[in-house]
């Protein structure tokens, strides 16, 4: 039996010698189908770790003790009477401002928060203070010594004694706005080694041991404590006990705790999913196309070993190992592809990450072992389920007359057209969440390549007869080309779904390239913005300049939190909002010197709104708290008490209610946002680093951006400001932020690009390979008197005619797809949606680059092609 | 008229014609028979200027091989030649009709009547519409010769027209050509093995160590093994 099994395998693996394009084109497709796949999933992992490492609870988050009155502060007497008492889930901080300078770059002077923190109660609590274990660490080993190198170094000139050199830790934020390499001063006579970058620190903050903190004449009497920092969430009872336990001087603020998650991850990964799920089907294609040619090349040596005597369980089994033994060479050699595609690409993930999403890419440590035998069984697996139904009719076929295809009747053809039709539409109209709406696009691709089967052929009959008889070279094209849309639909099947996806997604993404850009030219509606660590003071501009800040806060919606104009509760209705409980909701100001004007690009508007809100009764919301709460203008908001953006003070206790006056869309946030009027948030503790600048007497935006365009006023402005505030015009904004989104597509325009290239290759090969079997007719074509290059031009002629056929039929299903990632899959995955523009342009770029890949990649074989004249041109049986 | 002059050509070591001369005129037709390997083949791929002989000249009419471009070459066999295949060779993709017409077309001198009448005289007008894989053998090879003489061409070369058929139509297929050829005062070389066929030519002739020879039978057949292979 096994002697038999190896005969024949032997057999198999001579056929493939002797016609090695086919299972090399298997092999390749493999390890493109592999590395897609360990791409994809390091890439992933790289994603989590990095959202795990900032989801790190912040400082603030368990809530905090601070004093009722700044007359009677935290005594360091209070702090340890409440450890004492067993609240050992307090830690103290004090907090000074500082202005510091880094000796290499003695021109900025910058203003920062030093914090000094009870380390070692910090260490006794993990969560919030987990990251600063590696402080500890340091600290011992650097215990303050006098180095007097360092102090050489400072640029103070009263630095006359012996420095203490101390490492603080500062967030990865904080770390970039100080830039800088050497030492910091600033703080007395302590000097700062590079701050160590800790992930989960409160930004603007430089951190250092409340021991350290507390030297140079510094004591808790001067400098007392500022807060007792919750460092876990509390139970009801434990916030209990807590309050009962406070002297009376000092309060106890608890934050909303959040249930809902960030939706970066799962809709990053989604994403990613979703492009290694194209890839994969199309690899999936291109792997049976290879096999279907194979087979089909191998069909009378199948014949003659069944005729021999070979059992079809046999050659079944054959087939099956030489399969397993293409998986096992791929796999290995996919798996190494795609993580060193993956580690190379690690450093255009992170800017990515970090510019984009604010949020982190840790580098994937890729388990090589694992990931071989995962793509292994995968590959191996998806290879299995396609290829034994083809196998086994081959496998069994005595004769040729048994593996003939069958053509369908007009009519049972418009039916299974009309099938395929609906079962998309239910698709759609069932898609309610993201993994159904990727469903969609699956059911979209598949029904539409069965389309491309059922109809290619016909589309191209019709072409035929639009072809004159007295031309017959192009009659003949025509008709080949009908005729190898058959032999070669799965090839042809990958090309179109390479092809639909890169319409489709170019679409998209045009769409969204043009809605993001006028969403900015109408957000960024003052001529420039101030960028700076601490609020700027209008006083240090010039009189012909007015400062608007932006005030920012954090709060809570709850489920219950909506109703309707009428007062009834939606929350029936929030098919998105199921199992959120307290979702985190930002508040931010709108920076406008024109009342009763908002510029904002709302897409919903109730009525008289600009007045009720600047009184602060009317909210507009984005598309993200819409869409995932089921909010509609008109409806209203209860949210909970406002803290500030990293939750240390509240600014508004008890609830508040908002009408929603409208729905902005707001392109690239993950965060739901309302946007508030200033009255109600506009306190210094909520004011953020930004700051719009208006001519002071400005009437309209067109006047005030003709009065603040001259390049040379702003950078005469720039001057007058202080060292760390940045002064950016909006049209370098809107610049840099189209630069932004421009790099972070280059890597899904390279995806799309790979795949269309595979795919435009698999096409080429399947065809290469037909026309070796069309070998007999070209020479009868030589012998009739039809030269070398008329026939040359015929095959391209042919060949790209079936990719302009398929091409035709691609790009309506391109549109579709691009809508359907934009009104769906957007709107379940990110929740927000932006207008489909068909740009035909795009389309038609879409569309030539496909056909230039193909052309390309067809010249090659065809310039080779040598149909030399042979009389005795034998069929193969 | 057809005049092959001191006709040589060899593969490698090994010569496959040798000095070989031959006439025939305008509308006869001539059968070569020989050994497998004797140059049967290449003989008619010369004189079709598949291939270029190492020495002598081919006249065929008024036009002199081997040609001196391959836009002459491809003119050549576009005006003047048709060529019948062991195989068939027809083109797939078209159905019988329009395999037929391809030539005619090609040459721009398409006659549907004269096709209609020609498929009328082989039996195959009812097989206008079939694509060739619809086809038996004997009608493919029928359609075949349609093919090569629908664009009235002054030489025709069969290569074992009916190598891939049985006796009895073989014999159909071979009397269709060669009634064919002579109604249209058309040249045709046959090359086979079919003795039955090679009756029917005007010259029958035998490839033997690069020389054509106008006998029956084999040079190197006795005469009583001629006797038994009849028998």
């Known amino acids: 039996m096994l002697n038999r099994l190896l005969l024949v395998c032997r057999v198999l693996l001579a056929m493939a010698r002797k016609r090695f394009w086919e299972p090399l084109l298997i092999i390749v497709a493999i390890v493109i189908a592999t590395a897609g796949l360990s791409s994809v999933t390091l890439i992933n992992q790289g994603a989590s770790e990095g959202e795990l490492a900032s989801s790190q609870p912040g400082w603030f988050a368990g809530g905090s003790v601070s004093a009722k009155s700044t007359d009677t502060p935290i005594s360091k007497a209070d702090y340890i009477a409440l450890r004492t008492a067993g609240f050992t889930y307090l830690v103290a901080i004090t907090e000074t401002e500082a202005q510091i300078s880094c000796p290499a770059n003695e021109s900025r002077s910058l203003p920062i928060t030093i914090t000094g923190v009870d380390i070692m109660a910090a260490l006794s609590n993990a969560g919030a203070f987990g990251g600063m274990s590696g402080m500890l660490n340091r600290q011992t080993a650097n215990k303050p010594i006098a180095n007097p190198a360092d102090a050489t170094l400072a640029s103070n000139p009263n630095a006359s004694t012996q420095r203490t050199t101390l490492r603080a830790a500062v967030s990865e934020q904080t770390a970039r706005y100080l830039n800088c390499n050497t030492s910091l001063t600033g703080f007395g006579n302590l000097l700062f080694n590079t701050p160590q970058v800790i992930t989960g620190l409160p930004d603007e903050r430089l951190v250092l041991p409340i021991d350290a903190f507390y030297t140079e004449g510094r004591t808790p009497e001067n400098y007392p404590l500022t807060a007792l920092i919750v460092a876990r969430t509390l139970s009801n009872k434990e916030q209990a006990q807590l309050q009962q336990a406070l002297p009376g001087h000092l309060e106890l603020t608890i934050p909303p705790t959040f249930t809902s998650k960030g939706t970066l991850a799962d809709s990053f990964q989604l994403n990613l999913w979703a492009m290694g799920a194209l890839m994969a089907v199309v690899s999936i294609f291109i792997i049976l196309n290879a096999l279907m040619l194979m087979y089909r090349a191998r069909l009378p040596a199948f014949i003659r070993l069944r005729q021999a005597g070979v059992g079809s369980r046999m050659l079944l089994s054959a087939l099956f190992t030489e399969l397993t033994f293409y998986c096992l060479i791929a796999s290995p050699v996919g798996v190494f592809a795609g993580a060193a595609l993956t580690l190379s690409l690690t450093p255009v993930l992170q800017a990515t990450f970090s510019g984009l999403f604010e949020s982190a890419f840790v580098a994937p440590s890729p388990v090589l072992t694992q990931l071989i035998a995962g793509a292994f069984v995968v590959s191996l697996a998806a290879l299995a389920m396609f290829f034994i139904a083809p196998a086994k009719q081959l496998a069994g076929a005595l004769s040729r007359n048994r593996v003939q295809a069958a053509t369908l009747p007009p009519f049972k053809r418009l039916l299974c057209s009309l099938v395929l039709l609906m079962l998309i539409a239910l698709t759609l109209v069932f898609a309610s969440s993201t993994a159904t709406a990727l469903l969609s696009v699956a059911a979209v691709l598949l029904c539409a390549s069965a389309l491309l089967i059922l109809w290619l052929a016909p589309l191209l009959g019709v072409v035929r007869r639009l072809v004159p008889p007295t031309r017959p070279l192009a009659s003949y094209v025509v008709a080949s080309a009908q005729m190898l849309s058959g032999k070669s639909r799965l090839a042809v099947c990958a090309f179109f779904i390479a092809l639909s996806a890169n319409i489709g997604m170019n679409l998209m993404t045009d769409s969204f390239r043009q809605a993001t850009l006028d969403w900015l030219e109408q957000r960024l509606t003052a001529p420039a913005y101030l960028y700076s660590m601490q609020p700027v003071n209008e006083t240090s501009l010039p009189d012909s300049l007015r400062l608007l800040p932006v005030y920012q806060g954090v709060t809570s919606v709850s489920d219950a939190g909506i109703s309707d104009a009428a007062g009834m509760s939606d929350a029936a209705g929030m098919s998105d909002a199921a199992g959120m409980n307290n979702s985190k909701v930002t508040l931010r100001t709108y920076p406008s010197p024109y009342p009763n004007q908002i510029n904002l690009p709302l897409e919903q508007e109730t009525p008289s709104t600009p007045a009720d809100f600047y009184t602060g009764e009317a909210v507009y919301v984005n598309q993200q708290l819409a869409f995932r709460l089921g909010v509609k203008p008109g409806d209203h908001l209860e949210t909970g008490p406002i803290f500030t953006l990293g939750l240390e003070q509240q600014l508004l206790g008890g609830k508040q209610s908002f009408r929603v006056a409208g729905i902005y869309p707001d392109y690239g946030n993950p965060e739901m946002q309302i946007i508030v009027s200033e009255s109600l948030i506009g306190m210094p503790e909520a004011r953020r680093n930004v700051a719009a600048i208006y001519p002071a007497l400005a009437t309209s935006s067109s006047l005030a951006a003709q009065e603040l365009s001259s390049l040379q006023e702003l950078s005469s402005l720039q001057e007058k400001l202080p060292d760390d505030a940045n002064l950016i015009s909006s049209a370098s904004l809107i610049a840099v932020s189209m630069e932004t989104f421009d790099r972070t597509f280059v890597v899904t325009d390279a995806l799309n690009i790979a795949t269309l290239l595979v795919a435009g290759l698999a096409f080429a090969v399947s065809v290469t390979l037909l026309t070796m079997d069309l070998k007999p007719q070209l020479a009868m074509l030589r012998t009739l008197g039809i030269s070398q290059r008329s026939i040359k031009t015929a095959l391209t002629a042919q060949y790209m005619l079936l990719c302009a056929a398929t091409a035709a039929i691609a790009v309506p299903f391109g549109i579709l797809l691009a809508w359907i990632f934009i009104e769906y899959v957007n709107r379940f995955a990110f929740y927000w949606v932006y207008p489909l523009s068909l740009n035909w342009i795009v389309l038609l770029k879409s569309v030539a680059v496909s056909l230039a890949v193909v052309l390309v990649v067809l010249l090659l074989p065809l310039g080779r092609l040598n149909s030399k004249i042979d009389l005795r041109q034998e069929e193969r049986l | ?231």
């Open chain 2, 1 to 231: 008229m057809l005049n092959l002059k001191n006709l040589q050509k060899s593969f490698g070591d090994i010569q496959i014609l040798r000095d070989l001369s031959f006439t025939l005129e305008s509308g006869n037709s001539a059968s070569i028979r020989g050994a497998s390997g004797s140059g049967k083949s290449t003989l008619l791929s010369l004189i079709a200027g598949f291939e270029l002989p190492d020495g002598g000249t081919i006249h065929i009419d008024d036009v002199t091989l081997p040609f001196a471009s391959d836009n002459a070459a491809d003119a050549f066999r576009r005006d003047h030649l048709g060529v019948v295949f062991q195989s068939f060779n027809l083109l797939d993709c078209l159905n019988v009709w329009d395999n037929i017409a391809f030539t005619a077309r090609l040459k721009g001198n398409h006659d549907k009547d004269f096709q209609r009448t020609l498929m009328n005289d082989m039996a195959i007008a009812h097989l206008s519409e079939k694509l060739p894989h619809q086809l038996s053998g004997g009608e493919q090879q029928r359609v075949a010769i349609a093919r090569a003489l629908v664009h009235k061409p002054s030489l025709v070369l069969a290569d074992e027209p009916t190598g891939n058929l049985d006796e009895e139509t073989s014999e159909q297929v071979a009397n269709t050509l060669f009634a064919q050829c002579r109604a249209l005062n058309t040249t045709l070389i046959v090359v086979t093995h079919s003795h039955e066929v090679a009756e029917k030519a005007d010259v029958p002739l035998w490839l033997h160590h690069g020389q054509l020879h106008v006998r029956q039978h084999s040079p190197s057949q006795t005469h009583a093994e001629q006797k038994s292979l009849e028998r």
